[in-house]
T-cell receptor, first 115, second 112 residues
Framework: DTEVTQTPKHLVMGMTNKKSLKCEQH?????MYWYKQKAKKPPELMFV???????INESVPSRFSPECPNSSLLNLHLHALQPEDSALYLC??????????????FGSGTRLTVV | AQSVTQLDSQVPVFEEAPVELRCNYS??????LFWYVQYPNQGLQLLLK??????LVKGINGFEAEFNKSQTSFHLRKPSVHISDTAEYFC??????????FGTGTRLTIIP
């Protein structure tokens, strides 16, 4: 299995809703990442988990809450989002961090729309 | 600190013509360099990477790139493009213990 699987593929939520994005990989990678990508822009790093511990938080607002229950799973909990948070949310994994020799494997993303 | 510059935001190319997408980087340490492709409504797929060794790197879908340390460049090339190559292409750099840094992307449009 050489994939990163993200669910759901599309999500529409209201500003008062609570929802979660899920990411799963079975490649034995020990680093996992959340990126946010706005239209026609490159991905922006949000969080890095290394060996299931939060390694990097790129000053992301607290309405985004990451969780890494085990080495294969990564969640992003969403609460009280704003319309400007609408974007493509990408999950990625790599063998290690920061000794990332092999590059990242990205999932297909969750297209989030906040209404 | 490190950075990546993709000077061309859009590149239109006729089908079966060659293409070069330009990427320049800056870093104070040795770097790893990557090209990713993003098809519409999809995630990023790794095309190729330079880690060390031969400066000419071959990737998937007939793409190749050449690492030029003196010019701090890592341009992506394909000798003959196909309609299916229409996508956004991102150059990325990682040096030392830095995080992966992406360029702003180049939209490749293939004209039939």
């Amino acid at each position: 299995d050489t994939e990163v699987t993200q669910t759901p593929k599309h999500l529409v939520m209201g500003m008062t809703n609570k929802k979660s994005l899920k990411c799963e990989q079975h490649m034995g990678h020990r680093a996992m990442y959340w990126y946010k990508q706005k239209a026609k822009k490159p991905p922006e790093l949000m969080f890095v988990y290394s060996y299931e511990k939060l390694s990097i938080n790129e000053s992301v607002p607290s309405r985004f809450s990451p969780e890494c229950p085990n080495s294969s799973l990564l969640n992003l909990h969403l609460h009280a989002l704003q319309p400007e948070d609408s974007a493509l949310y990408l999950c990625a994994s790599s063998q290690d961090h920061p000794s990332n020799y092999y590059g990242y494997t990205f999932g297909s993303g969750t297209r989030l729309t906040v209404v | 600190a490190q950075s990546v510059t993709q000077l061309d935001s859009q590149v239109p190319v006729f089908e079966e013509a060659p293409v070069e997408l330009r990427c320049n980087y800056s870093s104070s340490v040795s770097v790893y360099l990557f090209w990713y492709v993003q098809y519409p409504n999809q995630g990023l797929q790794l095309l190729l990477k330079y880690l060390s060794g031969s400066t000419l790197v071959k990737g998937i879908n007939g793409f190749e790139a050449e690492f030029n340390k003196s010019q701090t460049s890592f341009h992506l090339r394909k000798p003959s493009v196909h309609i299916s190559d229409t996508a956004e292409y991102f150059c990325a750099v990682r040096g030392g213990n830095e995080k992966l840094t992406f360029g702003t992307g180049t939209r490749l449009t293939i004209i039939p």
